[in-house]
């Protein structure tokens, strides 16, 4: 069964300071990779996708991330970050046919000015 | 980006009694709706799929007799919480999503507490 994992369940940043949130899924065949940013009191948003070509995606918001096959991964990076981005980031995986998204367990992400 | 809706936001019912969930796409025709459930600190946990016609298909150890999902149409999705007992107090979300559309729009939550 696909699943995915966020090893990093909890992140506290300063202003300014660089980002990477881990992302691991299982799954061998062709997958769609997102990731969903819930701002406090808010619903999900996409914050970035991809389905396919280049692995080096782009985001809203100055959010990237990138697709590594061999490793299974879609780490999602923000060269500086800023206090509005304090939010729950979540990835998500979906077979490449199908709409059924598996989430993973989300990381909190502070930042303090 | 288009607006998924949930109605209500938050509801606290006594046990026994059934809850009634909406979920409207307020801007574009969602052939298929997901609904999902979020336990504090936890991920969203798919429970159906339903589409726009046609029977929910429910993801395993979902009871689809306690979870009662219609789509009766394009625009409108409804989960029932049929005899609600303190375990199901959680914070159900509703998506949607289309053919032309990449992705599931999600809706607010509503949060279910019930005594």
């Known amino acids: 069964a696909q699943s995915v994992s966020q090893h990093n369940h909890h992140v506290i940043l300063s202003e300014a300071a660089s980002l990477e949130l881990g992302c691991n899924y299982s799954y061998g065949g062709t997958v769609n990779l997102f990731w969903y940013v819930q701002y406090p009191g808010q619903h999900l948003q996409l914050l970035l996708k991809?389905?396919?070509?280049?692995?080096l995606v782009k985001g809203i918001k100055g959010f990237e991330a990138e697709f590594i096959k061999s490793k299974f991964s879609f780490n999602l990076r923000k060269p500086s970050v800023q206090w509005s981005d304090t939010a729950e980031y979540f990835c998500?995986?979906?077979?490449?046919?199908?709409?059924?998204?598996?989430f993973g367990t989300g990381t909190r992400l502070q930042v303090f000015p | 980006g288009a607006v998924v809706s949930q109605h209500p936001s938050r509801v606290i019912c006594k046990s026994g009694t059934s809850v009634k969930i909406e979920c409207r796409s307020l801007d574009f025709q969602a052939t298929t709706m997901f609904w999902y459930r979020q336990f504090p600190k936890q991920s969203l946990m798919l429970m159906a799929t339903s589409n726009e016609g046609s029977k929910a298909t429910y993801e395993q150890g979902v009871e689809k007799d306690k979870f009662l999902i219609n789509h009766a149409s394009l625009t409108l999705s409804t989960l029932t919480v049929t005899s609600a007992h303190p375990e199901d107090s959680s914070f159900y979300i509703c998506?949607?999503?289309?053919?032309?559309?990449?992705?599931?729009?999600f809706g607010p939550g509503t949060r279910l507490l019930v005594l």
């Open positions: 998500a995986v979906s077979n490449y046919n199908t709409d059924k998204l598996i």
């Open positions: 998506s949607a999503s289309s053919p032309i559309q990449e992705t599931q729009y």
């Open positions: 991809y389905f396919s070509g280049d692995p």
